[in-house]
C-alpha cells in the first residue's frame, strides 16, 4: 500500500488528546439522537438525509454566513460528504486523501495521503464520495479497489485490503457501510464489463467475511436471466452507500446496469441483478429478496440511489417503506421486509415506458428500442435523477429528489466485443441537455432542467419543483426547522423552505455542487457544509 499521514505541528497531539469516545455501532444506529454529528454517509442507516438541528431556520437562514472554507489541493471533483465526529470534521480530498479538520474553523489536523495504483481506471472520474467511521478508525474505498482502515486520532493506516484488480476496471468509490462488526462495500467499474459484487469485512482485520455475486454464476438464483457466457462481464457495479434496518437485519443495495451498457444482443433476458435493489442479510450476505426496476436494460439506467427507508402508516397500517426514486424516470414505493411493490409513477418525462404492471415491473415501448439508425428516449442516458441523494421530511412528509427534467439522449447501437480492461459501451450517444459551453444560458424548457421536485411518497403526486438554470449534480438536505439545502451547476448553494420550496437565501460557491450537504453543530452552533468545485464550504449564522 502506498500511502503517509502528514500532520500540521501540535494540531496532531492535541486531537489525540482529546478525541472523545469511539463511535460505537449502537451509535451509528441512534445517530438521530445526537444531531450535532454525522456519523455515516446519509446522516443515520435510514438514508433519508433529514436533520433534527433547529438553530437555523426559515425566518433566520438569510443572514447565513461563511464560517470556514477548505481548499482541497486536487483538480480533480470534490463529491464527499463529510463525517462529523464530535467536533472533528473527515473528508476526502479527491481522489483519496483523508483529511480531519476542525469542524469549527476548518483547521486542518492531518492529512492521510494515499496514491492510487497507475492501474486503476474508475471510468467516471477519480473520485471519492465519502467515509464510516466505527471505533477508533476511519474507512476508505480506493479508485485501485482498496479498502483501508485509518487511526482516527492520527490518520495512521491500520490495515489495507485488496478488494478487486483495478488493471480489469474494479474500483471503490463510495462511501463504505458499517454493519455491526464489518464494514460493506460494492465494486465500480460496470462500464469495463466487471462482474461486480458486494463484500463484507471484519473491521479489526480487514478479512472478507461474506460475498454477494451481483451478477449470479452457475447454480445461483438468477443465472437463468442471463444468455451464455454473458454474466461473466456482465456489470452491475455498485458506486453509492447502501441502507440498514437493525430491526429486520437487512442492508439494501442499488445494482449499476449491464454490460455491455447499450447493447444487448448477447446478453439476452433480464440480466440480474442489474439495475435492481438488493435486500442481504447483515450477518451473512446471503440474498433475502430483489426488486429489478429496469429488466434488460439498454440505456444505462443503474439503480445506482440510496435506498430511502421510512415507517409510515400506508394504506391504514404501519409499513417499512422503501422510497426510490430511480434514473430511468420513476418513483417507486416498496415494502422493504419482502420486496413488495407498493407503487410507482414517472416524476419526469419518460417514454421508454408505457406505465408499469401490477408487480412494478416496466411495460416496454416498442418504439424503445436501440438500433443503429438511433431511438430518442426520455429520460436520457444520465437519467431523470442519478447518484446524487434525495430526502425524506418525517415532518412535512414529501420525498425531495433531484431532478433532471424533460431530459433525452439519442441511443445509436454499435457492435462491441469484451476486452479486459477496456470500455465495453456499445453504443453511441448524443445528449440533448447537460453539456454547456463556456457561457451559462437558462435552458429552454424543451430542453430538459434541473429541478428539485417534493412529490407525496404514497402517490408520486408532484407538489411542489424548484427549477433551476441548468441541471443538477447536488444532493438534498432538508432539516427539522423545514428548510432545505441543495445546489446546482450554476455554481450557487441554496437554502428553501421545505414546505413549498421557495428561495429563502442562497450563496456562490463558484463551483459545481456534486454532493450532499450534511449539517452540524459544535459547542452549540449549527453549521452546513457542501464540496463544490474544489473545496468544502461551511456556513453558520452570525455569533
Given at each position: 500500500?502506498?500511502?503517509r499521514?502528514?500532520?500540521c505541528?501540535?494540531f496532531?497531539?492535541l486531537l489525540?488528546?482529546w478525541?472523545p469516545?469511539q463511535?460505537?455501532?449502537d451509535?451509528?444506529?441512534?445517530a438521530?439522537?445526537?444531531p450535532?454529528?454525522?456519523?455515516?454517509y446519509?446522516?443515520t442507516?435510514?438514508?433519508?438525509r433529514?436533520?433534527?438541528?433547529?438553530?437555523i431556520t426559515?425566518?433566520n437562514?438569510k443572514?447565513?454566513?461563511?464560517?470556514w472554507i477548505?481548499?482541497?489541493?486536487?483538480?480533480?471533483?470534490f463529491?464527499?460528504t463529510?463525517?462529523?465526529v464530535?467536533?472533528?470534521?473527515?473528508?476526502v480530498?479527491p481522489?483519496?486523501d483523508?483529511?480531519?479538520?476542525?469542524a469549527?474553523?476548518g483547521r486542518?489536523?492531518?492529512?492521510?495521503?494515499y496514491?492510487?495504483s497507475?492501474?486503476?481506471r474508475?471510468?467516471?472520474?477519480r473520485v471519492n464520495?465519502?467515509?464510516?467511521?466505527?471505533?477508533d478508525?476511519v474507512?476508505m474505498?480506493?479508485?485501485?479497489?482498496?479498502?483501508?482502515?485509518?487511526?482516527a486520532?492520527?490518520?495512521k493506516?491500520v490495515w489495507?485490503t485488496?478488494v478487486a484488480?483495478?488493471e480489469?476496471g474494479?474500483?471503490l468509490t463510495?462511501?463504505p457501510l458499517?454493519?455491526?462488526?464489518?464494514v460493506?462495500v460494492?465494486?465500480?467499474?460496470?462500464?469495463?464489463?466487471?462482474?461486480g459484487f458486494i463484500a463484507a469485512y471484519d473491521?479489526n482485520?480487514?478479512k472478507?467475511?461474506?460475498?454477494?455475486?451481483?451478477?449470479p454464476e452457475p447454480g445461483?438464483p438468477g443465472?437463468?436471466t442471463w444468455a451464455?457466457?454473458s454474466?461473466?462481464?456482465g456489470?452491475?457495479?455498485v458506486?453509492v452507500?447502501g441502507s440498514?434496518d437493525?430491526?429486520l437485519n437487512?442492508?439494501y443495495?442499488g445494482?449499476?446496469?449491464?454490460?455491455?451498457?447499450?447493447?444487448g444482443d448477447?446478453?439476452?433476458g433480464?440480466?440480474l441483478?442489474?439495475?435492481?435493489?438488493?435486500?442481504?442479510?447483515g450477518d451473512?450476505g446471503?440474498?433475502?429478496?430483489h426488486?429489478q426496476?429496469s429488466?434488460h436494460?439498454?440505456?444505462?439506467y443503474d439503480?445506482?440511489?440510496?435506498?430511502v427507508?421510512v415507517?409510515?402508516?400506508?394504506?391504514?397500517r404501519p409499513?417499512k417503506v422503501m422510497?426510490?426514486?430511480?434514473?430511468?424516470?420513476?418513483?417507486?414505493?416498496?415494502?422493504?421486509?419482502?420486496?413488495?411493490f407498493l407503487?410507482g409513477?414517472?416524476?419526469v418525462?419518460?417514454?421508454w415506458s408505457?406505465?408499469?404492471d401490477?408487480?412494478?415491473?416496466p411495460?416496454?415501448?416498442t418504439?424503445?428500442?436501440?438500433s443503429p439508425?438511433?431511438?430518442?428516449i426520455y429520460?436520457?442516458?444520465?437519467?431523470?435523477t442519478?447518484w446524487y441523494?434525495?430526502?425524506?421530511s418525517?415532518?412535512?412528509?414529501?420525498?425531495?429528489?433531484?431532478?433532471?427534467?424533460?431530459?433525452n439522449t439519442t441511443?445509436y447501437?454499435?457492435p462491441?466485443?469484451?476486452h479486459?480492461?477496456?470500455?465495453f459501451?456499445g453504443?453511441a450517444?448524443r445528449?440533448?441537455v447537460?453539456?454547456?459551453?463556456?457561457?451559462?444560458?437558462?435552458l429552454?424548457?424543451?430542453?430538459g432542467?434541473g429541478?428539485?421536485r417534493a412529490?407525496?411518497p404514497?402517490?408520486g403526486d408532484?407538489?411542489?419543483e424548484?427549477?433551476m438554470s441548468d441541471?443538477?449534480?447536488?444532493?438534498v438536505?432538508?432539516?427539522a426547522?423545514?428548510?432545505?439545502?441543495t445546489g446546482g451547476r450554476?455554481g450557487?448553494f441554496?437554502?428553501?423552505?421545505a414546505?413549498?420550496?421557495?428561495m429563502?437565501?442562497?450563496?456562490i460557491?463558484?463551483?459545481?455542487?456534486?454532493?450532499?450537504p450534511?449539517?452540524?453543530?459544535?459547542?452549540g452552533r449549527q453549521?452546513?457544509?457542501?464540496?463544490?468545485?474544489?473545496?468544502?464550504f461551511?456556513?453558520?449564522l452570525?455569533?
Amino acid at each position: 500500500m502506498m500511502g503517509r499521514m502528514v500532520h500540521c505541528g501540535l494540531f496532531l497531539v492535541l486531537l489525540a488528546d482529546w478525541l472523545p469516545a469511539q463511535v460505537t455501532f449502537d451509535r451509528i444506529l441512534s445517530a438521530n439522537q445526537e444531531p450535532q454529528n454525522w456519523l455515516t454517509y446519509s446522516g443515520t442507516m435510514l438514508s433519508q438525509r433529514h436533520s433534527q438541528l433547529t438553530q437555523i431556520t426559515p425566518q433566520n437562514v438569510k443572514n447565513l454566513q461563511l464560517a470556514w472554507i477548505f481548499q482541497a489541493r486536487s483538480l480533480e471533483k470534490f463529491e464527499a460528504t463529510s463525517l462529523v465526529v464530535d467536533g472533528v470534521l473527515y473528508t476526502v480530498q479527491p481522489p483519496n486523501d483523508v483529511v480531519a479538520l476542525d469542524a469549527a474553523t476548518g483547521r486542518t489536523y492531518w492529512v492521510y495521503s494515499y496514491s492510487p495504483s497507475a492501474k486503476a481506471r474508475p471510468c467516471c472520474g477519480r473520485v471519492n464520495r465519502g467515509l464510516a467511521v466505527l471505533g477508533d478508525r476511519v474507512f476508505m474505498g480506493t479508485i485501485d479497489a482498496r479498502l483501508i482502515a485509518l487511526d482516527a486520532k492520527t490518520g495512521k493506516p491500520v490495515w489495507s485490503t485488496q478488494v478487486a484488480k483495478p488493471e480489469s476496471g474494479y474500483a471503490l468509490t463510495h462511501a463504505p457501510l458499517i454493519v455491526k462488526d464489518k464494514v460493506i462495500v460494492g465494486t465500480a467499474g460496470g462500464e469495463y464489463g466487471i462482474r461486480g459484487f458486494i463484500a463484507a469485512y471484519d473491521v479489526n482485520t480487514g478479512k472478507e467475511v461474506w460475498r454477494f455475486h451481483n451478477i449470479p454464476e452457475p447454480g445461483e438464483p438468477g443465472h437463468e436471466t442471463w444468455a451464455g457466457d454473458s454474466w461473466k462481464t456482465g456489470g452491475g457495479s455498485v458506486w453509492v452507500t447502501g441502507s440498514y434496518d437493525s430491526d429486520l437485519n437487512l442492508t439494501y443495495w442499488g445494482i449499476g446496469n449491464p454490460g455491455p451498457d447499450w447493447n444487448g444482443d448477447s446478453r439476452k433476458g433480464d440480466n440480474l441483478y442489474t439495475d435492481s435493489v438488493v435486500a442481504l442479510d447483515g450477518d451473512t450476505g446471503k440474498l433475502k429478496w430483489h426488486f429489478q426496476f429496469s429488466p434488460h436494460d439498454e440505456f444505462d439506467y443503474d439503480s445506482v440511489q440510496v435506498p430511502v427507508l421510512v415507517d409510515m402508516e400506508w394504506q391504514g397500517r404501519p409499513r417499512k417503506v422503501m422510497l426510490w426514486a430511480n434514473r430511468n424516470g420513476y418513483y417507486y414505493a416498496l415494502d422493504r421486509a419482502n420486496g413488495q411493490f407498493l407503487t410507482g409513477k414517472p416524476f419526469v418525462k419518460v417514454t421508454w415506458s408505457t406505465g408499469l404492471d401490477e408487480r412494478g415491473r416496466p411495460m416496454k415501448a416498442t418504439t424503445a428500442a436501440s438500433s443503429p439508425e438511433g431511438v430518442l428516449i426520455y429520460p436520457g442516458n444520465q437519467g431523470g435523477t442519478n447518484w446524487y441523494n434525495s430526502s425524506y421530511s418525517p415532518r412535512t412528509g414529501l420525498f425531495y429528489i433531484p431532478s433532471w427534467v424533460e431530459y433525452n439522449t439519442t441511443y445509436y447501437k454499435l457492435p462491441v466485443e469484451y476486452h479486459e480492461g477496456r470500455t465495453f459501451g456499445g453504443a453511441a450517444l448524443r445528449a440533448n441537455v447537460g453539456r454547456r459551453g463556456a457561457t451559462l444560458t437558462r435552458l429552454e424548457d424543451s430542453e430538459g432542467y434541473g429541478a428539485v421536485r417534493a412529490i407525496d411518497p404514497k402517490t408520486g403526486d408532484l407538489k411542489w419543483e424548484f427549477k433551476m438554470s441548468d441541471v443538477t449534480d447536488a444532493g438534498v438536505l432538508t432539516t427539522a426547522s423545514d428548510l432545505l439545502f441543495t445546489g446546482g451547476r450554476e455554481g450557487y448553494f441554496f437554502g428553501l423552505d421545505a414546505r413549498n420550496g421557495q428561495m429563502l437565501w442562497k450563496a456562490i460557491v463558484g463551483g459545481v455542487v456534486a454532493s450532499g450537504p450534511m449539517t452540524y453543530a459544535v459547542n452549540g452552533r449549527q453549521y452546513v457544509a457542501v464540496a463544490a468545485g474544489n473545496a468544502l464550504f461551511s456556513f453558520a449564522l452570525p455569533q
